[in-house]
């Protein structure tokens, strides 16, 4: 089932997420709850803090952008082989309304576990590789804002604000 999606400013986003240390009937039913949250919402990624869990576990699948990937899901991942660099205007499903100009890596390799608890890794560039970076990011508690100015950052924090008053 989709899962509501934690957005800015709840702490939840900036914190690290734990080492997955078994990979229990629980994990993979969230893995696919996150996948099916990517696509209800139309988003490319999410990582498990973005649900409320902080465990290091990513979903990708940027297959309606770019297709011909399929889709990831990868427990502990890590990256390594940063290659090139490559600058996109960055979405997140966590900011609402809100895009930053990131710089990244253009190729990578992502290692980590899939959910059969197997070692796996993945070559990745362009969109694919920003997205792993993305998610990534996020279970180290990195967000977009992060890297937007102070003034975009104020202004979305006012905007942020004005949202909540009108749900309330
Ligand atoms: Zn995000």
Redesign the pocket.
């Known amino acids: 089932m989709p899962m509501e999606i934690i957005t800015y400013p709840n702490p939840i986003l900036e914190r690290v997420s734990e080492e997955i240390e078994e990979i229990t009937p629980e994990i993979r039913q969230l893995a696919e709850d996150m996948l099916q949250s990517i696509h209800s919402q139309n988003g490319l990624g999410l ?1 498990a803090p ?1 649900v409320g869990v902080n465990k290091r576990l990513i979903v990708v699948d940027v297959d309606k952008m770019d297709p011909g990937h399929g889709c990831f899901m990868l427990v502990n991942p890590r990256i390594s082989n940063q290659d090139g660099l490559t600058t996109t205007d960055e979405g ?3 900011f609402p309304e809100l895009t930053v100009t990131m710089t990244r890596a253009k190729r990578i390799k992502v290692h980590g576990l899939n959910l059969d608890g197997q070692e796996t890794a993945v070559e990745a560039e362009g969109l694919l590789a920003v997205c792993f970076q ?2 990534v990011d ?1 279970l180290n508690g990195k ?2 804002i992060d890297n937007a100015s102070y003034l975009k950052r104020t202004m979305y924090e006012r905007k942020v604000r004005k949202l909540r008053e009108r749900q309330n």
């Open positions: 990582a973005q997140c499903l966590s993305h998610e996020h967000v977009i």
